[in-house]
């Protein structure tokens, strides 16, 4: 989600500002704790245990991408004008349904919402 700033914190004290560039990350000593935030929403800790690679590749996902807020919005328009214009009250109530996802995604799955994932 590019929305977002998202930064990567290493161990608690270091902060690494991601772009839509690689990010390379030095790190001296062995179990390593990684969490990824945007501010509001911390992922689940990462912790890297050294076996043979010293080298991991990351790649760091959102619950919700650019598409499906785009969808969402759309959706919602889309309801709420035919409602409005055919008078039908049900497609009022449905337009609150892609709002509501989008708010559950956003604050009640608040863990889930920024991921960590090895490539």
């Not at 690689?22 to 062995?30: C, Q, T």
């Not at 800790?45 to 969808?71: K, S, W």
Request: charged residues 20%; proline residues 4%.
């Amino acid at each position: 989600m590019r929305v977002s700033r998202i930064r990567i914190v290493l161990d608690g004290k270091d902060i690494y500002p991601i772009g839509n560039e690689k990010v390379v990350i030095d790190v001296d000593h062995n179990n390593p704790v990684l969490v990824v935030t945007d501010g509001f929403h911390i992922s689940r800790p990462l912790e890297l245990v050294y076996y043979h690679l010293n080298t991991y590749y990351f790649r760091v996902e959102c619950g919700m991408d650019d598409g499906q807020l785009i969808a969402g919005l759309a959706l919602t328009m889309l309801f709420f004008l035919t409602g409005m214009l055919t008078r039908w009250w049900i497609f009022g109530v449905l337009s609150f349904g892609p709002v509501l996802y989008i708010l559950f995604l956003y604050y009640i799955k608040r863990k889930d919402f920024l991921s960590l994932r090895p490539m």
